[in-house]
């Protein structure tokens, strides 16, 4: 089955900004979702289709994907933007279709 | 506008079956059916995908879990069921019901979750 491969985590100070990459066999050619998951939270749609946002989730994020590697792109990072994020794909060839990364713990030092 | 809630038991023992029940409110049947996942989560691990059950009653399995899954809609009740056979304590998670966009194959709207323990 496809698998998607994240960095266990990724620190950026206030005010930077933040990349988070999501790894996978020619990910490039398949649509990326990322969640974000604050502690204790359900997780939360914030990029959808590579780079579309839902309706209130901040310009500050944004995506992009290409050959081997997505990424996440969080701009002018905030102390409340800590948080677990996930990348997703499905992968309509597999009998294991919804496929997630193993997640990126953001940490704002 | 919608909300899902998970309920069913906080804890059952190695062996047992495990019933969860999302309920979906304030949904207009006026927008066709919803497409609807399960999804687990253990303590201080990932995301873990385990059903699925689309708006015309396709549904699909975690090969890892086939044959220990059946998910189920009742419509009436406006609920998505999810068993689980011969429960263990690895099975120990929140366990997540979440709404698949109709834009696409991705989530987009989530419950808050259960969790779920597995303890003799």
């Known amino acids: 089955s496809y698998v998607l491969t994240q960095p266990p985590s990724v620190s950026v100070a206030p005010g930077q900004t933040a990349r988070i990459t999501c790894g996978g066999n020619n990910i490039g050619s398949k649509s990326v979702h990322w969640y974000q998951q604050k502690p204790g939270q359900a997780p939360v749609l914030v990029v959808y289709?590579?780079?579309d946002r839902p309706s209130g989730i901040p310009e500050r994020f944004s995506g992009s994907n290409s050959g081997n590697t997505a990424t996440l792109t969080i701009s002018r990072v905030e102390a409340g933007d800590e948080a677990d994020f996930y990348c997703q794909v499905w992968d309509g060839g597999s009998d294991h279709p919804w496929v997630f990364g193993g997640g990126t713990k953001l940490t704002v030092l | 506008q919608v909300t899902l809630k998970e309920s069913g038991p906080v804890l059952v023992k190695p062996t047992e079956t495990l019933t969860l029940t999302c309920t979906v409110s304030?949904?207009?049947?006026?927008?066709?059916?919803?497409?609807m996942s399960w999804i687990r989560q253990p303590p201080g691990k990932a995301l873990e995908w385990l059903a699925h059950?689309?708006?015309?009653?396709?549904?699909s399995y975690s090969t890892s879990l086939k044959g220990r899954l059946t998910i189920s809609r009742d419509t009436s009740k406006s609920q998505v069921v999810l068993t689980m056979t011969n429960m263990d304590p690895v099975d120990t998670a929140t366990y997540y019901c979440?709404?698949?966009?109709?834009?696409?194959?991705?989530?987009?709207?989530w419950g808050r979750g259960t969790l779920v323990t597995v303890s003799s």
């Open positions: 304030n949904f207009s049947r006026s927008n066709g059916g919803m497409h």
């Open positions: 979440a709404r698949i966009s109709i834009r696409g194959l991705f989530f987009d709207l």
């Open positions: 289709y590579d780079t």
């Open positions: 059950i689309f708006s015309n009653d396709d549904k």
